[in-house]
């Protein structure tokens, strides 16, 4: 079954509590799941200030803003979409991830799949 991991970290990196996983640590996690032959996709995210949000109103006019949604205390940095048997691999998966670590988040969804 595929998930995907949202890996979100805090918007400001110097809140108490919460540093930054090193560049080596995602390099040694890519390899453990590409390994793991449990990977589908991922990327990482821009920095939170090149992001755009959209939203049509009840008679179908846009809006458009920079930036995501005000006030928000952590960010979308990435994910990834990995194939795994349940529930608990993908959160085995999950807990291994430097996004995990420091105050930062991995929420694990399942993929949506549907018919033709």
């Known amino acids: 079954m595929k998930y995907m991991m ?4 805090a918007a400001v990196p110097e809140a108490e509590g919460c540093t930054l996983p090193l560049f080596e640590d995602w ?12 990977l589908v996709g991922g ?4 920095d939170l200030t090149t992001a755009t949000t959209v939203r049509v109103g009840a008679a179908g006019e ?3 803003t920079d930036g995501p949604f005000a ?15 349940d529930l608990d691999a993908a959160i085995d998966w999950a807990a291994r ?5 420091g105050g930062a988040s991995v929420e694990v969804r399942p993929v949506a ?3 033709a």
């Open 62 to 64: 846009r809006t458009v």
């Open 43 to 46: 990327h990482s995210l821009a």
């Open 6 to 9: 949202l890996i979100y970290t």
């Open 113 to 115: 799949e549907f018919e």
């Open 27 to 38: 390099m040694r996690y890519d390899q453990e799941v590409r390994d793991a032959g449990v």
């Open 97 to 101: 991830c430097p996004g995990a670590l």
């Open 71 to 85: 006030e928000t205390r952590e960010v979308l940095g990435g994910y990834y979409v990995i194939d795994v048997p």
